[in-house]
């Protein structure tokens, strides 16, 4: 570490000493032996699977599953349609480290804890971060099943993960966030939802804490602030991949209208079933994407 250990604070020390503890466990049981020589799959995009979407998992290749509960420092996924397993592998020639399930503050943790897999991944050697997520869609535009790439966000959940102490190596105290998503993946996104014929929506997503769903008046607002979608993860990742230095990617699968006044509101099944449904297109997406980076 650049930083001289003793200037640092015992916060900055603990989390550390947690994440070196966490990513050599994962290189414990993701490297091989071949003869003499022994090596490890070295992931450099880490992928984020939301609601409903953790079928993408399933054609890693060389892959090894590894269930949160067993990893070191982890949190456990308590949400439903997340199955809580962390596959190293390779998928389209790339070497991925792919989250089946996310954890969410509305389940209990702190920010920090739920952006803990991040800084798990940077220390691995993730340089990209393709994070997908369901969303309630805002814009009239939109439709249920639709898939909207995020060109930016506002952060309504009331706190943020970088509060406290600011471990310097891992990045500055105040990151620029401007183009937190990344333009030049945002046009790999365009360019192959063009040519696979997916329509590729684009919007700007509000983050919330939940659990709960939005009241009519809070929909109203969020559509007058500019939101296009709505959702309770995300946010806080990209915060976290932002300030680590990683270059990120938003894929928000629209799971339900969220338009005020129409008379109906997704039941959780709904939401889930939508995304499940919606989970070829994006799988289809995803790798066309790999393919590109």
């Known amino acids: 570490m ?11 020390l603990d989390a550390r000493t947690k994440i070196k503890e966490s990513a050599d466990f994962i290189r414990s049981k993701t490297s091989m032996t071949e003869g003499n020589e022994r090596s490890s799959i070295a992931p450099k995009v880490g992928i984020i699977l939301g609601s409903g979407l953790g079928a993408l998992a399933d054609d890693v290749k060389g892959g090894v599953t590894l269930p949160y509960g067993e990893i070191p420092n982890f949190p456990v996924s308590t949400a439903p349609g ?24 509305y389940e209990g943790y702190t920010q920090q804890q739920v952006v ?35 060109v930016d966000h506002i952060n309504l959940t009331g706190t943020n993960p970088l ?50 769903f939005c009241t009519k008046a809070e929909l109203r607002y969020l559509i007058r602030i500019g939101a296009d979608s709505v959702g309770m993860s995300t946010v806080p990742e990209v915060i976290a991949a932002t300030h680590a230095g990683l270059k990120v990617l938003g894929i928000a699968t629209v799971s339900d209208m969220a338009i005020p006044d129409s008379g109906h509101h997704a039941t959780e099944q709904e939401i ?17 994407i790999l393919k590109k980076l």
């Open 272 to 288: 889930l079933h939508v995304a499940s449904q919606v989970g070829p297109k994006l799988k289809a997406l995803v790798d066309g």
């Open 116 to 150: 803990f897999p991040i800084r798990v991944m940077r220390a691995l050697g993730v340089e990209t971060l393709i994070v997908t997520c369901a969303v309630g869609g805002l814009n009239f535009r939109f439709e249920a099943g639709d898939l909207m790439a995020i």
């Open 163 to 212: 509060i406290g102490p600011n471990d310097p190596d891992m990045g500055d105290r105040f990151p620029v966030m401007y183009d937190c998503y990344r333009p030049e993946l945002l046009q790999i996104a365009r360019d192959v939802a063009l040519a696979q014929g997916v329509r590729l929506q684009e919007g700007v997503h509000a983050g919330i804490i939940g659990p709960a």
């Open 82 to 105: 997340h199955k809580g397993n962390l596959v190293v592998g390779e998928l389209q020639g790339k070497g991925v480290m792919m989250m089946q399930g996310r954890f969410h503050a």
């Open 2 to 12: 650049s930083t001289a250990t003793s200037q640092l604070s015992p916060y900055v």
